[in-house]
């Protein structure tokens, strides 16, 4: 009898461990999701950023860095770097990942296609 009363609870602590172990996989789940989205809007963001850049590119870097920030910034994502080669633009913009203080990052380039590349043969 004296066996059955050191064993009285077992059962619960390992509930317990069980569930917490369930709790921490969903909170883990959950960030590494809101990572992804995070990466996905930031490279959409730059996406676009670049091709509104590049079609202003032709009136100056300000103007076509303009463009490119307010775009970026119309996508949720903040513009932290932006070149104006002739008439290549290569942005790249931050987004901040929800509940967490990571940031996702992504670069893009836009500009004119050479015409042996658009049109082959």
Known sequence: MARQSRD????????????LF???AGIAGAMAGAARVARHVARNAADLAA??????AIEGAEVACAAARQYAEANGARLTSCQ???LEVI????VSVRSSAL??????????????????G
């Open 8 to 19: 009285r609870g077992a059962a619960s602590i390992f509930v317990l461990a069980v569930g």
């Open 22 to 24: 369930l709790v921490a």
């Open 51 to 56: 091709l509104a850049g590049a079609g202003r």
């Open 84 to 86: 104006v080669s002739a």
């Open 91 to 94: 942005v790249r913009a931050e």
């Open 103 to 120: 940031k996702a990052a992504a670069a893009a380039r836009a500009g004119p296609v050479e015409q042996e590349a658009a049109w082959p």
